[in-house]
């Protein structure tokens, strides 16, 4: 992206809106994918406008959990099952994988209790049955799971049909490969303004065929209460909050 400089990150992110529907929120450089960097790109979305949302989807990189920690303290945080799994079977010998595979996945899947405590302590529930399963044989695989418990459990506070969407960051993930098979042909970009306008580009496309959340009745309700506890809003301070930020430029 600058000249003399090895390959830089850029920073992204998305979001549902109050509506539904997926929103291609914001891009910026970065020298480094450490705290200050995200700290910054998200200090300057809430600058934008941006109202603290009532969930963050996170992989498990220490500079961008800090830095949602720090300026969006009062957004509850989801770390992402598929990046989580993949770190707990990289800790178990190939030949047991797939049956740590699914008996992880087991522990997030099918839940029938209502959403919110009830389907949380299911999950949990199922996770101490993992954790008593597989402690002896594979305990650096259990620690994986139960250390973060709490994070990979954030999804089940939301609508039931919200659940395959937010439990995860697969839909950015997706989008950048697109991106980088179209960087890759080019090579090194001549600048930061070119390669932002690049990726913008490519992502601005590529939303526009995202698919966003169902927004019932009830689902609204749900989220009404989850922000009302979350962030201690009156009637009018929520009405103002459900307002969408706008998309960069």
């Known amino acids: 992206m600058h000249p003399g400089a090895r390959a830089e990150p850029v920073l992204c992110a998305w979001g549902i809106t109050t509506q539904g529907s997926p929103l291609l929120v914001g891009l910026a450089p970065g020298a480094h994918e450490g705290h200050d960097p995200w700290a910054s790109f998200l200090g300057e979305l809430v600058e934008r406008g941006l109202r603290a949302p009532l969930l963050v989807i996170t992989d498990g990189a220490p500079g961008l959990i800090g830095a ?12 992402c099952l598929v990046h989580r799994a993949r770190n707990l079977l990289a800790k178990v010998p190939t030949h047991a994988q ?53 994070e990979l459990t954030c999804f089940l506070r939301f609508p039931r049909e919200h659940w395959a969407r937010i439990r995860h ?16 042909v080019i090579g090194r970009l001549p600048g930061e303004r070119s390669c932002l306008s690049l990726v913008w580009a490519v992502l601005d496309r590529a ?23 979350l962030h201690h809003l009156s009637p009018l301070e929520e009405e103002v909050a459900d307002q969408t930020v706008m998309p960069a430029a």
Not at 123 to 133: E, L, N
Not at 169 to 184: A, M
Request: proline share 4%; with cysteine.
């Open 98 to 150: 797939a049956e740590v595979k699914a008996a992880f996945w087991q522990i997030f899947d099918d839940i029938t209790t209502e959403p919110g405590e009830a389907a949380v302590a299911q999950a949990r529930s199922r996770a101490h049955a993992f954790a008593d399963r597989y402690q002896e044989r594979y305990p650096a695989a259990v620690a994986c799971l139960t250390d973060t418990l709490p």
């Open 169 to 184: 960051t697969n839909l950015i993930e997706r989008t950048f490969g697109e991106t980088r098979r179209r960087v890759k």
């Open 68 to 79: 949602v920690e720090l300026v969006l303290a009062n957004s509850l945080r989801q770390r």
């Open 207 to 229: 939303s526009r065929g995202w698919r966003g959340v169902v927004m019932t009745p009830t689902a609204v309700r749900l989220l009404q209460e989850l922000r009302r506890q």
